[in-house]
């Protein structure tokens, strides 16, 4: 596999694969990640997969980049991409959502926009699991694909200014879920009354890179029961 690695700001090296991304790759990333947290311990400070990336951050003074980079073109030399599972703990996340234009201005134009009626669209969005492919733009967001063809939509032209957390939305042929309110241009499909990402847990987000994830469609009385659960807890 073709790859390059080079410097990422002033303490960083970033891992580029030149390939599709796929579960396999993202395992062989993880794998690599787990490697270097053993590696570079008490030098590393974080360490972020992408779709085909990793990326590393050391601590002032700590990086030995001529070191660190032979280290990483080893490992990447070495990867055998494959089907197995990851060292990394990872695991299946069900997530309760409810299909409703009240919360989902997009879901009616979205049925509209493919000739589908809503009820087709829920179907085809929440009947497979997604594959957590990379985290970014908040804390807790994280990229899911892929998203059935059929229902395949472009960002908005302009974002919006604010979307509300919980939001469970479509953009190409990725869904995601906001994990706080934020400015955002994904088509919204859905909301999601579960917590995507809490400073007080451990771990702070829910999903991880490597996850399995699936949407359970939910009513309305279940939504509100769940988020008025939440609310008291």
Known sequence: MEFAVGPAGSLGLRLVFSETPSPSLTYGLLSIQTQAQRQFAGALVDSVVGYTTLTLFFQPLALDRERAQHWLEERATSLRVTANEPEASCKTVTLP??????????????????????????ERHSGCAYFAYATGFAPGFCYLGTVDAQLTT??????????????????????????????????????????????????TARIAVGDSVKFEPVTMADYRALKAKLNKA
Do not use: M
């Not at 959502?97 to 009820?119: F, G, I, M, R, T």
């Not at 479509?170 to 917590?195: E, F, K, N």
């Open 97 to 122: 959502v409810l299909y409703h234009s009240s919360v989902a201005p997009d879901l009616e134009w979205l049925a509209e926009e493919k000739n589908l009626s809503v009820d087709d669209v829920i």
């Open 154 to 203: 472009p960002r908005l032209t302009t974002p919006r200014a604010s979307v509300e957390a919980g939001s469970v939305a479509i953009a190409d042929r990725q869904t995601a879920v906001y994990p706080c309110v934020s400015p955002g241009g994904w088509r919204l499909i859905g909301a999601c009354p579960t917590p995507l990402f809490d400073l007080a847990s451990n771990p």
